[in-house]
C-alpha cells in the first residue's frame, strides 16, 4: 500500500453536502462523474494530502442506497493507492484476507478498484486503488 488515496463519504445528494466541503472548509471540488456500473454519482474533493470521496446513489438498488438506508450518511470506505492491484489482491488472499472483489473492477475516474471483506478489516471496508496516471483524481 502506498498511501490513502481518498476517503468515500456515501451522501444523499451531492448537491446538498458539496457546500460544506467547497464554502465551510474551502475544499477544491476536482469533478464530478457517474459511474454506471455502481450506480452511483461521484464528486471528489481536494483536501490536502488525500481526496473525499462523495457517493450519491443513482436508484434504490445501488449498493450505496443499501449503505444508507441501513447506516445513514457518513464514512463508507477508505481507499489504499497500490502499484499492482491483481498482485496486491493475491498477497491479501494468501494472508487470509477475505475479499469482496478477487478480480480489479473498473471505478471512478477509470481506476481499477477491489474491495476487502469489513470482516477482515475489522468492521472497516477498504478499497484497494490502482491509477493509471499519478495525477489522476
Known sequence: MNKVDHIGVAVHSIE???????????????????????????AF???GNVKIELLEPLNPSSTIAKFLDKRGQGVHHVAFNVDDIQTRINELKEN?????????KIGAGGAEVA????????GVLYELCEKKEKDND
Open 45 to 47: 474533493i481536494e483536501a
Open 115 to 122: 474491495f476487502l471483506h469489513p470482516k477482515s478489516g475489522h
Open 16 to 42: 446538498d453536502v458539496l457546500p460544506f466541503y467547497t464554502e465551510t472548509l474551502t475544499f477544491r471540488c476536482l469533478h464530478i462523474e457517474e459511474v454506471p456500473s455502481e450506480n452511483i454519482r461521484v
Open 96 to 104: 487470509g484476507v477475505q475479499m469482496i472483489n478477487n478480480q480489479p
